[in-house]
């Protein structure tokens, strides 16, 4: 069965600062991995995702994360994050496309100035 | 594009009543997902359609629950009766097959109240 853990339950960065957010899955075959981001009362929104290819991938707001296999990790990271960057965050993992997503617990990042 | 549609965003209701919500996915997208949150669970799937079809309702949590798609512009999430532990935000989101593969457009929510 496909399982997302993410460790922290919440994280507070100040502005400005690094941030990198964690992610582990299991899963038995090549896994697609996706990084959603949740605003206060507002549905999740898709920030990225990785199907292939290049291990280091880009997403919307500055965001990227990197698959490590070997690690099964798929960790999110920002150089510098801003205010508007405060809100939950999960990670997602599925078998093919979007069928049947599983989703982690989320972690909820708030930024101080 | 108005993006997924959801009604009502709030609903407050009593134990044993029907509650009904309803979905209107992005024009086009041929999967429909309905996912409940709660703090205690997270993001949990309830079921999706393909192409109107049920495919898979194994996270359904019981018989009081019951999904239907009419046509592809609709759905509802029905709960009949419904119960305390219910209260939850019942989120409908709406994806394609193919090239835009895995990105599920999510709408803003249903937050549920069962006293």
């Known amino acids: 069965a496909q399982s997302v853990t993410q460790p922290d339950i919440h994280i507070t960065v100040s502005e400005g600062a690094s941030l990198e957010l964690r992610c582990n899955y299991s899963?038995?075959?090549?896994?697609?991995l996706f990084w959603y981001v949740q605003s206060p009362g507002q549905g999740l929104q898709l920030l990225l995702k990785?199907?292939?290819?290049?291990?280091l991938v880009q997403g919307i707001k500055g965001f990227e994360a990197e698959f490590k296999r070997s690690q099964s990790s798929f960790n999110l990271r920002k150089p510098s994050v801003h205010w508007s960057d405060a809100a939950e965050y999960f990670c997602?993992?599925?078998?093919?496309?979007?069928?049947?997503?599983?989703f982690g617990t989320g972690t909820r990042l708030t930024i101080i100035p | 594009d108005a993006g997924v549609i959801q009604s009502p965003r709030h609903e407050v209701t009593e134990m044993g009543q029907e509650v009904t919500l309803r979905c209107k996915p992005i024009s086009g997208h041929d999967y429909l997902f309905w996912y409940r949150q709660t703090m205690m669970r997270g993001l949990e799937l309830l079921i999706y359609f393909n192409n109107n079809v049920p495919i898979d309702d194994s996270g359904m949590p019981e018989d009081r629950f019951s999904a239907k798609m009419p046509n592809a512009s609709f759905s509802t999430l029905k709960i009949q009766p419904s119960e305390p532990r219910d209260s939850a935000v019942y989120f409908c989101?709406?994806?394609?097959?193919?090239?835009?593969?895995?990105?599920?457009?999510f709408g803003e929510g249903s937050r549920l109240t069962v006293l």
């Open positions: 990785y199907f292939s290819g290049d291990t």
């Open positions: 899963y038995g075959a090549t896994p697609y």
């Open positions: 997602a993992v599925g078998p093919f496309g979007n069928e049947k997503l599983t």
């Open positions: 989101a709406s994806g394609l097959a193919g090239g835009l593969r895995g990105e599920l457009f």
